[in-house]
């Protein structure tokens, strides 16, 4: 089977390449390198340099390639940027996806699994979250890719496509193996930017400590990036099997508040972090939690690496061992 995985060089898309190509998948990897790392990819993958943006290179690709399924990673994810900047969040999250799900449907490419998130729901009515929540986002990002996954809910009535929109709620951790980790430009995520902070002996921004939270901090759902990826190679056999059109939310069903989270990181460096409190982030959900119910009984899923512990080792590990790669706590 060959496979067009987009976003390959970041840091999910990556681990997904590694994934596709333990399956003995071919895989062609496109990326613009904006915000990817081209030494993230597998060397056994192909890699194609470009922009989704960009229509004619878009056809290009789809020209020069008969692919079994696409797998769309190519995104911006920060939920502060969209709000500082929507324009680019706009432009990119949906002009790039619309752009690759129309060329799919003129070369008859009919299998599509997209990189969500549970930014769609917005601040949850009712926790945990199924799939069937109210959809209201806080934020561009999280309305860039609602946008999308009813792009993809039209092309799939009109042209027949079968897709799987895979509704990430907090992707987090490293390889087990140390070779890759989570390294954003910008990094707004807690995990890296808490680590680093010890690590680059800075300070760390806690951003709210007044949520109706136990602690007065957010609570997220992490769920470990070598299960996430896990999440698309199932999607991938369910579209190949018999099509349709899914929508899966991929969590643990357990949260842990920012307080929480820093703590483990304490507990696993050893090393107490310097911490300011500042105010709310704007578009900041209250609590994110997952009913996962609905892909552990359709896909099988089942997380063997997404509690706490083993996402801040493997996290603190690949820091440590990847100084060169550090980066500046963001303020």
């Not at 922009?51 to 769309?72: I, Q």
């Not at 709000?83 to 996806?97: A, E, H, T």
């Not at 939270?213 to 999440?231: I, S, W």
Request: with cysteine; glycine share 8%; net charge negative.
């Amino acid at each position: 089977m060959k496979i067009l995985i987009t976003g390959g060089a970041g840091y999910i898309g990556s681990f997904m390449v590694k994934a596709a190509l333990d399956k003995d998948y071919e895989v062609v990897v496109v990326d613009s390198l904006e915000r990817g790392h081209r030494d993230y990819v597998d060397k056994k993958a192909q890699f194609i340099l470009g922009d989704l943006k960009d229509k004619k290179f878009v056809d290009t690709v789809f020209l020069e390639h008969k692919f079994d399924s696409v797998v769309h990673f190519a995104g911006f994810i920060s939920m502060a940027e969209s709000v500082d900047n929507p324009y680019i969040y706009f432009d990119n999250n949906v002009n790039g996806s619309l752009n690759l799900i129309q060329s799919m449907a003129k070369n008859g490419v009919n299998n599509f699994i997209f990189s969500s998130t549970a930014g769609v729901y917005g601040d949850p009515v009712k926790t945990p979250i199924a799939e069937d929540h109210p959809k209201n986002p806080t934020n561009p990002y999280g309305e860039s890719k609602l946008m999308v996954e009813r792009i993809l809910s039209w092309y799939g009535d009109i042209y027949g496509l079968n897709f799987a929109s895979l509704r990430y709620f907090n992707a987090a951790g490293a390889s087990l193996n140390g070779e890759v980790g989570e390294n954003h430009s910008p990094e707004s995520h807690l995990i890296p930017n808490a680590i680093n902070a010890i690590l680059n002996k800075t300070q760390f921004t806690l951003y709210g400590n007044d949520y109706p939270t136990m602690d007065g901090t957010c609570v997220r759902d992490y769920v470990h990036v070598v299960d996430l990826v896990e999440a698309h190679i199932l999607a991938i056999s369910k579209l190949q099997s018999g099509g349709g059109k899914f929508f899966y939310n991929v969590g643990t069903g357990n949260g842990y508040s920012n307080k929480q989270v820093l703590d483990m990181i304490k507990k696993v460096s050893g090393s107490e972090i310097n911490i300011k409190n500042a105010g709310r982030r704007e578009g900041d959900a209250d609590v994110l939690i997952a009913d996962p119910n609905l892909i552990n009984k359709d896909l099988g899923f089942s997380p063997k690496y997404s509690d706490l512990e083993t996402i801040i080792k493997s996290a603190w590990e690949w820091h440590k061992k990847n100084s060169k790669f550090k980066i500046q706590n963001s303020k």
